[in-house]
């Protein structure tokens, strides 16, 4: 069994309290933090853990947090992005329900490390009740003197409070968040300047994922060092992973990054294998936007090598024959999956939300729809398929944020290893023209 | 600049605006926005009319445009009346996998509507929706702030029954939300 930082105590009873947490070795990072550590101190050491981004990107944590700007006399936030809407991904939905003191130390230290007065969790909408679940934890958090004025006596404060969404996937990309969290629609900001020079309120800003800021809590206990040393290459730690689909055991698990994929879906103690005992056909490994991989490419590499559960290995062939560890959405399709079918559900998805602010992304995304639902109603043209193609090449690199790319792969790795799929929809009679 | 309007918010919700609003430093309580939005569409018919939305620019003191522009913006933002129970059906790839098209075909004969419709006793809209977060428990759908997970036809029969019997209106914000997982 691998190790595990971050949700060990998943099944405690009464583990979403303070109290019971605490029992468990709650907090004890903040004491650790405030008491005996400078806020320099703790980022050395999150620099040395190796700890990259859980939010999909997978940036080095260490080095973001270095960059943040720190002008006299200006105020700086930590921002917590629990919007989580990619679809496939679940895993801080879990983590904050089960453990939201988990979170909570780590907005504390982290926020202390950044000096941050003020916090902010930035929570999808859809997860009201999981709003409420943060907001009563950190009622007892006050309660007990970690957050507030002068925490534990350090002369640290900190407020921290919970922001929720309403429903707009946009609003996980961290510019659009903030732009929600000033009370605004959704719209990415043109980078630069990047949050870490003006972000939240035009002030310098970090804005990290809910599992990025959970894992500070183990690398300022164990050491950078420890932590690095959990893991594989250069993708250090643990990390959650959201399975879902066609297999026995759907579920979040936590991981040691470099168990293999096989190991993975077939194992009993993840994913258990396919359902109704069927043969797998597809995974699409981290969350809707990674490239879909056919079955003999997820389970090894186009070098014959085993395929594992890093960010390197996962890419390991560019998108050619690789895809991306993404957010650790991993979605399993079996034998009878219509993948122009599940492709059409994604198109549709990223037309939904789209924030319009780009024509490449706005027009391309409701052009790729629209072809992909003829074709899979049965009525697509010979030409639909080079179509689609061709749609998705005009939107990558081209838009001011992420999610163009982010239509687009789905639609290019889908046509690359299903095009047969694709073609067995468009109608024999149908002529090019 | 502030609208009159013949709706004030209760003074349970006032107060819980004004402890919002002083999470953010001042002169930011815009920031305020989109969570009174939702307690302004749970109190007021579970929507938001042009009356509502106006009520909650003077509230915050920012012109009345900039509401509308936000509560647009947003898809859990009902801008049109609704039943008292919207059921948000899951449909991306995870939940369409699991047989999502089956649960919403279903909940659609039985209550006699297509996604988007309202049934004409004003008690259930059906609306078809992207990713909820809960594609390990798929297929799912939201009502108000509850998930109800892993669902096959008996359990969304079940569940319509308890809706219908309760009679009530559900909102995101519901403190007595019933998770089925
Ligand atoms: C369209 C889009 C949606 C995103 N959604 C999320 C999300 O739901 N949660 C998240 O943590 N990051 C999301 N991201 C990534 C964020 O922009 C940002 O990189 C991340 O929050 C940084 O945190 P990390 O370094 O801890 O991963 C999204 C990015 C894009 C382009
Ligand atoms: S790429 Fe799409 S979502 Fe991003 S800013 Fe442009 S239009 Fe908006
Ligand atoms: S795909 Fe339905 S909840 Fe994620």
């Given at each position: ?18 109290e ?20 320099e ?7 040395k ?8 990107a997978?940036f ?5 947090w270095?960059?943040?700007a720190?002008?006299e ?6 921002v ?14 879990y ?8 979170l ?55 407020d ?12 996980g ?22 949050p ?11 804005v ?12 300022v ?156 109603e ?9 179509l ?6 005009r ?26 799929e ?12 | ?14 107060a ?77 790839s ?12 279903h ?10 419709e ?12 992207e ?6 428990s ?29 009679g009530?209106r ?12």
């Amino acid at each position: 069994m691998g190790k595990k930082l971050l949700i060990q105590n998943d099944k405690v009873g009464g583990i979403h309290t303070l109290e019971v947490y605490k029992q468990h070795g709650g907090y004890a990072s903040v004491e650790k933090a405030l008491k005996t550590m400078t806020p320099e101190a703790i980022v050395e050491e999150v620099k040395k853990s190796g700890l990259r981004g859980r939010g999909g990107a997978g940036f080095p944590t260490g080095m973001k947090w270095s960059f943040l700007a720190k002008p006299e006399g200006v105020a700086r936030y930590l921002v917590c992005n629990a919007d989580e809407s990619e679809p496939g991904t679940f895993k801080d939905r879990y983590l904050m329900e089960k453990i939201p003191h988990a979170l909570i130390e780590g907005m504390i230290t982290s926020s202390f490390a950044l000096g941050a007065k003020t916090s902010y969790i930035y929570i999808r909408g859809e997860y009201f009740y999981v709003a409420r679940i943060l907001e009563t934890a950190i009622e007892e958090a006050y309660a007990a003197g970690y957050l507030g004025k002068n925490i534990l006596g350090t002369g640290y404060s900190l407020d921290l409070s919970v922001q929720v969404g309403a429903g707009a996937y946009i609003c996980g990309e961290e510019t659009a968040l903030l732009e929600s969290l000033e009370g605004k629609r959704g719209n990415p900001r043109i980078k630069p300047p990047f949050p870490a020079i003006a972000g939240l309120y035009g002030c310098p800003t970090v804005v990290n994922n809910v599992e990025t800021i959970a894992a500070v809590v183990p690398i300022v206990m164990m050491g950078g060092d420890e932590y690095a040393k959990i893991g594989i290459g250069k993708s250090t730690g643990t990390k959650l992973i959201s399975a879902s689909g066609h297999i026995n055991n759907p579920g979040v698990y936590e991981i040691e990054l470099g168990l293999p994929v096989e190991e993975f879906i077939y194992s009993n103690e993840y994913c258990g294998g396919i359902w109704k005992n069927k043969k797998m056909k597809a995974v699409v490994a981290g969350g809707s936007s990674v490239p879909i991989l056919p079955t003999e490419l997820i389970l090894k590499t186009a070098k014959g090598e085993p395929r594992l559960m890093s960010y390197e290995s996962l890419s390991d062939g560019g998108f050619a024959t690789g895809s991306m560890l993404g957010s650790g959405g991993f979605i399993v399709y079996d034998e009878d999956t219509s993948i122009p079918m599940n492709l059409y559900t994604f198109n549709r998805f990223y037309h939904h939300e789209s924030c319009g602010q780009c024509s490449p992304c706005r027009e391309g995304t409701g052009w790729m729809e629209k072809v992909a639902h003829r074709i899979v109603e049965g009525h697509g043209k010979a030409t639909d398929i080079d179509l689609l193609w061709d749609i998705q090449k005009r939107i990558e690199g081209n838009t001011i944020c992420p999610l163009g790319d982010a239509a687009a792969w789905p639609v290019a790795s889908a046509i690359r290893h299903f095009r047969h799929e694709f073609e067995a929809l468009i109608p024999k009679t149908a002529v090019a023209h | 600049m502030s609208t009159s309007t013949n709706i004030k918010f209760s003074d349970a919700s006032m107060a819980e605006i004004q402890k919002i609003i002083s999470r953010y430093p001042e002169g930011k309580h815009k920031s305020a926005l989109i969570p009174i939005l939702h307690i302004a569409q749970a109190e007021f018919d579970g929507w938001l009319s042009a009356e509502t939305m106006d009520l909650v620019a003077a509230t915050l003191k920012i012109q009345p445009v900039e509401v509308y522009e936000v509560a647009s913006f947003y898809s859990m933002f009902h801008l049109a009346p609704v039943g008292n129970c919207v059921f948000d059906v899951c449909r991306t790839s995870s939940c369409w996998a699991r047989g999502a098209d089956d649960i919403i075909a279903h909940i659609g004969k039985k209550l006699g509507i297509k996604p988007g419709e309202t049934t004409s006793d004003g008690m259930f809209t059906l609306k078809a929706v992207e990713c909820l977060g809960s594609c390990g428990s798929a297929p799912m759908l939201q009502c108000g702030a509850s998930y109800h997970e892993n669902l096959t036809p008996e359990k969304v029969d079940a569940l319509i029954e308890s809706y219908r019997a309760a009679g009530k209106r559900r909102s995101y914000t519901d403190r007595d939300y019933k998770n089925t997982l």
